[in-house]
């Protein structure tokens, strides 16, 4: 999942997260988690001051921004002289699981 501001929000996203008037989360949703984004409920957004929303996956790279493919490297060298450990595997398994899922990636794809 990926905050990212309303501009750059686009038509066939999904929404990660319940969207709130003015980004506060006190009252009742706009839109539900699990939508997905039209152009039409772009624009009402925009009308009704929300500036941020949650989104599935990672689909926006902002400059300076470490691809999927990056991380995991760095997370195989911080990892690589403990894997023999079954608590840092363990742990190893967590958090690529979770940077694979949180940045849209494949989770087939970047197993070891």
Not at 39 to 57: P, Q, Y
Not at 87 to 100: E, F, M, R
Request: proline letters at 4%.
């Amino acid at each position: 999942m990926q905050k990212i501001p309303l501009m750059l929000a686009k038509a066939g996203m999904i929404l990660g997260r319940d969207v709130f008037r003015g980004d506060s989360p006190i009252g009742m949703p706009l839109c539900g988690k699990d939508t997905e984004l039209t152009d039409s409920l772009i624009a009402r957004f925009e009308h009704m001051d929300v500036k941020t929303i949650h989104v599935e996956g990672h689909p926006v790279w902002e400059e300076g921004e470490h691809s999927i493919d990056d991380l995991l490297r760095q997370l195989d060298v911080r990892f690589s002289k403990t894997l023999q450990e079954p608590l840092n595997a363990a742990l190893y398994n967590i958090y690529k699981a979770y940077l694979t899922r949180s940045m849209g990636g494949d989770s087939d794809q970047h197993t070891k």
